[in-house]
């Protein structure tokens, strides 16, 4: 099984649709994941976590980072086009504005 990072983007960050909504609709959201977890049990490594705002390093500095990662997840499958087909009918494609999710392969350390 070769293993996935999945980034959730989203315009709104995580934070703000968190402060944003209601009880109801916060129960909602995280009843559209839990299913969609049940479903794809075996391939979820780590479910993963909304993110904050962070921060871009480079050498000696650092300013504000991606504010559209709102979220990551670990996942496995035979291969990048299993991952794209369980994440079809993902909940985060319910976030407003134009949500989106990256896929990236965990490629092996050379020499390890």
């Given at each position: 099984?070769?293993k996935?990072?999945?980034?959730y983007r989203?315009?709104v960050?995580?934070?703000a649709?968190?402060?944003n909504?209601t009880?109801?609709?916060?129960?909602?959201?995280?009843?559209?994941?839990m299913k969609w977890?049940?479903?794809?049990?075996?391939?979820?490594?780590?479910?993963?976590?909304?993110?904050d705002?962070?921060?871009k390093?480079t050498?000696?500095?650092?300013?504000g980072?991606?504010?559209?990662?709102?979220?990551?997840?670990?996942?496995?499958?035979e291969?990048?086009?299993?991952?794209?087909k369980?994440?079809?009918?993902?909940?985060h494609?319910?976030?407003?504005?134009?949500?989106?999710?990256d896929v990236?392969?965990f490629?092996p350390?050379p020499?390890m």
């Open positions: 099984m070769k996935f990072l999945v980034l989203s315009p960050s995580a934070r649709q968190m402060a909504a009880p109801e609709q916060a129960k909602a959201g995280m009843d559209a994941w977890a049940s479903a794809n049990g075996d391939a979820i490594v780590d479910l993963g976590s909304p993110l705002a962070g921060k390093l050498r000696g500095s650092s300013t980072g991606d504010q559209t990662v709102g979220g990551f997840s670990i996942v496995q499958a291969s990048i086009e299993a991952v794209t369980k994440f079809a009918d993902h909940p494609f319910m976030m407003p504005g134009d949500a989106t999710i990236f392969e490629l350390m020499g």
